[in-house]
């Protein structure tokens, strides 16, 4: 049972990494196609939500579970289906639009420098201490050296388009701190996703209508829409976001809520592979700002459990006669 929760570790791992390869190719034209239609970012993030929503709710519905809640659960599922979902899909779409998979994957990687800020703030047991600060200045390093890949001002790997996925990272993580303090945390997961989904592909209608508003693209007609990324959207609904919110509570079951966290060190990895498998640049720059993140996530993260470690190895060793 635990090698098949750890097999299925790996492939969320690698599902989730192509998650930004997949968004990259619905967001941008197709060299082949000057006449092709082009899908807007919030269409990619309507997409996707609404074939997770009937995905999860099915298997809810098939569970023999139903969606019995008052009126305050419902307002914290909709909260949650568009503050950590469509909200920071969309907000990924836009992003890459104009910058890279593989340095989206990075940025993307921040979500847990961003929860340290806030659960500080809103969690009394979630307190910055020295070693978390060590871990917040790698990461911030990380994200500036990031940041001097767009100086040249081109359109290609801007600024901005990082900025949008630093927002979709902030908006998780508030969010998910939110998840914690409210009464959605007496759900059961696959009650939490399947209710809050449903929320996240009406608000993807919203968008639909806001982004071109706000200066953003109309959505396409997708008849227009070359078969490649409307493929690439579909796979991204159903494998991953429907398939793999059920790999990821199944490693919650197996494996624990820390070991299935960790699953945001690999997701980069595979995203710069599968970036780099699609021909996009992979600079010194790129490399060196995701170990500063990396190795920033990991101080946070695992920092205070090798210091507890080592202190009750010592402790052990103490205490033994001479």
């Known amino acids: ?11 969320l791992s690698a599902i989730w990494g192509s998650s930004f390869l997949l968004i990259r190719i619905g967001v941008t034209e197709s060299p082949d196609a000057a006449t092709a239609a082009t899908m807007s970012a919030a269409q990619v993030a309507f997409i996707r939500s609404t074939i997770a929503a009937i995905g999860l709710n099915m298997v809810l519905f098939l569970r023999g579970k139903r969606h019995g809640y008052d009126r305050q659960t419902w307002f914290g599922l909709a909260l949650l289906g568009v503050g ?6 969309w907000l990924i779409g836009l992003g890459e639009q104009s910058i890279e998979s593989a340095l989206a994957s990075i940025v993307q ?37 990031l940041a001097t890949r767009s100086a ?34 007496t759900l059961e997961p696959i009650q939490v996703a399947a209710g809050s989904f449903i929320f996240a592909g009406l608000g993807g209608v919203v968008f639909v209508f806001l982004e071109p508003l706000l200066g ?18 579909v796979l991204l609904g159903l494998v991953n976001t ?16 820390f070991i299935a966290s960790n699953v945001t060190y690999v997701v980069p990895v595979f995203g ?15 490399l060196l700002g995701g170990a500063f993140i990396f190795a920033g996530v ?8 090798v210091l507890a470690w080592y202190a009750a190895r010592r402790a052990v060793q103490a205490g033994k006669p001479s």
């Not at 990991?298 to 459990?305: C, K, M, T, V, Y």
């Open 1 to 11: 049972m635990k090698l098949r929760a750890w097999i299925s570790f790996w492939v």
């Open 84 to 89: 950590n979902a469509v909200l920071p899909y």
């Open 109 to 145: 990687a921040t979500v847990p420098l961003f929860s340290l800020l806030i659960a500080h703030v809103f969690l009394p047991d979630e307190k910055i201490n020295p070693q978390k600060l060590v871990g917040l200045a790698l990461g911030f390093t990380g994200v500036v050296i």
């Open 152 to 185: 040249g001002g081109g359109t290609e790997n801007s600024l901005l388009g990082m900025l949008a996925v630093a927002a979709a990272s902030l908006s998780y993580a508030i969010f998910t701190v939110y998840s914690r303090r409210t009464v959605l945390k």
């Open 216 to 233: 953003g693209r109309p959505a396409a007609d997708l008849a227009q829409v070359p078969s490649g990324a409307l493929i690439a959207v």
């Open 242 to 257: 429907f398939v793999a919110y059920l790999f990821f509570y199944s490693i919650i079951k197996e494996l624990g809520a």
């Open 272 to 286: 710069v592979l599968l970036g780099a498998l699609a021909g996009e640049t992979i600079d010194g720059r790129l």
């Open 298 to 305: 990991a101080a946070i993260n695992l920092g205070g459990r």
